[in-house]
C-alpha cells in the first residue's frame, strides 16, 4: 500500500521512524454530471473572478477570508515556519482506557507501518506495551496543512492510528431528544429485550452494501442494453406505531422466522395491552347514543315473548284438539259397547220367551 505520510511516532525520548497508510478505502458508487440532451460532460473550471479567465494550478494559492470578505494571501513559506512540533511527528501526549474515546470523536483511520529495519524494534516494544495495558494512546499530528488528534490501538500485529475531532468539535445534543413525557412499561422491556435475544449477534464480515450492488447491477443492464431487473420496492419506514407492544410481538416473531427458528408459544412473551378509555363503549351509550347491541337486544325481547306466546298458544291448540279427539274415540267405543249390550240383551229375552 502507498504510504501517503512520513515521518515518526515520538513515545518520549524513544523515536520510530513510520509510514502513514489509509486503513479504509471508499467503494461506493460515484457519478458524474452530464447534459441530459447530449450525454456531455459537465465540468467546474477555475476561473479568476477579476480577469474572467481559467486559471492553471501554478497560479492558484491560498488565502483566508476575513470576517468583513477581503482575502488575506497566506503562502507556503508562511506557513513552514509556524513553529508546529507535530509537522513530521506523531506525538504521544496520554495513554487511556479505550472506554475513555468517545465514538462521537472517531473519524478517518490509518495503519502506521515500521519504516525499515531500524524502525522494527522499537515500533514492537510500543505495540506490545499497548497491548499489555490494554490502553489506547492519545496522539497529536500534523496531516494536509493542520494540527489533528488521534488515538493509537493495536489491530492483530499492526499499529492503527484513528484520527480524532478535537472535544470542542463535537455538539451537544441539545433540543435532540423527545420533548414529551413519555414512560416506558416493564412489558415493552421485556419485549424489547426479547426482540434483542432473538436477533442476537451477527457476524459483521458477512454484511454488504445492498444498494451498492443494485446499483452496479443497473449500470450493467445499461451497458448490456437489456432491461434491468425489477426489484421489491422498499418497505414504508415512516409508519405510525399504533400499538408497541403488537410491533414488538411481530418483529420478535419475525426476526425468529428469518433466523429459521420454531415457533415456540412459550418463548415470546404474550402481553395483551389494556384496554384504552377512549375506544372502550360504555354499556349503555356510544357517542351520546345507545348502544347498537343492547338497541338490537331491547328490539329483540318483544318479539321473542311474541315468538313463544305463539309457540305456546300452538301447542295449547294441539294439545285440545288431541284431547278432543280422545274424547270423540272414547264416547264412540263406549256406544258401541252400549249398544253391543243391548243386542245381546234383546237376543236373550228372545229365547227365553220362546222356551
Not at 502507498?2 to 497508510?21: D, E, Q, T
Not at 499489555?132 to 496531516?143: D, G, P, T
Not at 347491541?293 to 285440545?320: H, L
Amino acid at each position: 500500500m502507498r504510504s501517503i505520510w512520513n515521518g515518526a511516532i515520538s513515545f518520549g525520548l524513544v523515536s520510530i521512524p513510520i509510514k502513514l497508510v489509509n486503513a479504509t478505502e471508499n467503494h461506493a458508487v460515484s457519478f458524474r454530471q452530464i447534459h441530459t440532451e447530449d450525454g456531455g460532460r459537465i465540468r467546474y473550471r477555475k476561473v479568476c473572478e477579476l480577469e474572467e479567465r481559467e486559471v492553471p494550478t501554478a497560479e492558484i494559492g491560498k488565502g483566508y477570508e476575513d470576517a468583513d470578505g477581503s482575502i488575506i494571501p497566506i503562502t507556503d513559506q508562511d506557513l513552514a515556519t509556524l513553529p508546529i512540533p507535530t509537522a513530521k511527528t506523531i506525538e504521544i501526549v496520554a495513554f487511556v482506557p479505550a472506554d475513555r474515546i468517545d465514538p462521537l470523536q472517531m473519524g478517518a483511520a490509518y495503519y502506521l507501518a515500521a519504516s525499515g529495519t531500524p524502525a522494527a524494534k522499537p515500533y514492537t516494544l510500543l505495540r506490545e506495551a499497548l497491548k499489555r495495558s490494554q490502553k489506547v494512546a492519545i496522539a497529536k499530528f500534523a496531516l494536509r496543512g493542520r494540527e489533528r488528534l488521534g488515538m493509537l490501538r493495536v489491530v492483530d500485529d499492526v499499529i492503527a492510528m484513528h484520527g480524532l475531532l478535537w472535544p470542542d468539535e463535537i455538539r451537544a445534543p441539545e433540543g435532540v431528544a423527545p420533548d414529551a413525557d413519555v414512560t416506558v412499561r416493564e412489558a415493552e422491556l421485556d419485549l424489547a429485550d426479547a426482540l434483542m435475544d432473538t436477533l442476537g449477534e451477527v457476524d459483521i464480515n458477512t454484511l454488504h452494501d445492498d444498494y451498492r450492488e443494485a446499483v452496479e447491477e443497473l449500470v450493467a443492464a445499461k451497458v448490456d442494453g437489456v432491461t434491468p431487473a425489477e426489484r421489491a420496492p422498499a418497505g414504508d419506514g415512516g409508519g405510525k406505531v399504533i400499538d408497541l407492544l403488537a410491533a414488538l410481538e411481530n418483529s420478535v416473531r419475525e426476526a425468529r422466522t428469518a433466523r429459521g427458528e420454531d415457533q415456540d408459544p412459550e418463548a415470546v412473551a404474550e402481553v395483551t395491552p389494556l384496554a384504552r378509555k377512549s375506544s372502550r363503549a360504555t354499556p349503555k351509550q356510544v357517542g351520546g347514543k345507545k348502544s347498537t347491541s343492547t338497541a338490537a337486544k331491547k328490539k329483540a325481547a318483544p318479539a321473542a315473548k311474541k315468538a313463544s306466546a305463539k309457540s305456546t298458544a300452538r301447542k295449547t291448540t294441539t294439545a285440545k284438539q288431541t284431547g278432543s279427539a280422545k274424547s270423540g274415540a272414547a264416547k264412540k267405543t263406549a256406544s258401541k259397547k252400549t249398544a253391543a249390550k243391548k243386542t245381546t240383551g234383546t237376543g236373550t229375552g228372545r229365547r227365553r220367551a220362546s222356551a
